[in-house]
């Protein structure tokens, strides 16, 4: 993959929910610079530029990063863990999208660093009013420093 800008980096390896998120973000015109990968694995490839993703640049961050707790290959919890613990790309937000209303699953990722939790909604237009304000919220209303 040639390194482009991405905006959001959706983590999720349920194709149903991964394809819900992105016709809310479609809905909502906040799709541009979407990029999809469906384990923890590809998420950490992704982020530090390794495997199917060296030719990225690290520097060229997504803006924020919609991350499943539960996925194959590596728990969403210990990609948090890498992301907030590198100097290079602890500034990246990271929205925990779970299933886990679990209160332990909360305090693990607050303690790491996440920078929200939103329980996904089992109804499409509450679970696309949540995208909305997610979306819109990082890409458009939150500032970032400047690197």
């Known amino acids: 993959m040639a390194d ?7 983590v999720e390896d349920n194709p149903y929910h991964a394809e819900l ?20 694995e590809d998420a950490t490839d992704f982020i530090f530029c ?11 961050a997504p803006k924020v990063v919609f991350l499943d707790l539960k996925l194959p290959k590596k728990s969403g919890l210990d990609v948090l863990k890498e992301i907030k613990t590198d100097e290079r790309t602890k500034s990246i937000p990271v929205v925990i999208l779970s299933t886990s209303r679990e209160e332990k699953d909360i305090i693990e990722g607050n303690n790491l660093g996440m920078n929200g939790y939103v329980v996904k909604p089992d109804d499409f237009e509450k679970f696309s009013e949540a995208i909305k304000n997610i979306g819109y919220y990082w890409l458009v209303l939150n500032q970032l420093p400047k690197k």
């Open 21 to 40: 998120t992105l016709k809310a973000l479609t809905m909502h015109h906040l799709n541009e610079n979407f990029v999809w990968v469906k384990n923890g």
């Open 50 to 60: 390794r495997g199917a993703f060296a030719s990225r640049s690290i520097e060229n």
């Open 4 to 10: 482009q800008k991405v905006n959001i980096l959706l």
